[in-house]
């Protein structure tokens, strides 16, 4: 069993910065791609950014240059730094990542339970 937990979220003034977290523990042997998506009230959820084990990333246009995603694959972490933090990035922010747990086995794609990130003065 896998289990993931988000840390690092809260309040934060237009234009701030937050850096979130996310660890992985458990039966993992690796962890492939690890993602963090948002979901604000009354919407979707929305992938904001994604990480390949070699470090390779993607982002929603809506969050480009302002957020960055990396992990320390040592400490099994993901990390979200965002900058120039909106009102409209309001939302829980959820990690999930693709965990191999034993050597040649499937992926299980593991979630956490959220952080709430809120931006308001």
């Known amino acids: 069993q896998v289990q993931l937990v988000e840390s690092g979220g809260g309040l934060v003034q237009p234009g701030g910065s937050l850096r979130l977290s996310c660890v992985a523990s458990g039966s993992i042997f690796s962890i492939y791609a690890m993602r963090w998506s948002r979901q604000a009230p009354g919407k979707q959820r929305e992938l904001v950014a994604a990480i390949t084990s070699g470090h390779s990333t993607n982002y929603a246009d809506s969050v480009k240059d302002r957020f960055t995603i990396s992990r320390d694959n040592a400490k099994n972490t993901v990390y979200l730094q965002m900058n120039s933090l909106k009102p409209e990035d309001t939302a829980v922010y959820s990690c999930?990542?693709?965990?191999?747990?034993?050597?040649?086995?499937?992926?299980?794609?593991?979630w956490g339970q959220g952080t709430q990130v809120t931006v308001s003065s």
């Open positions: 999930n990542a693709d965990v191999q747990v034993v050597p040649g086995g499937g992926l299980f794609n593991s």
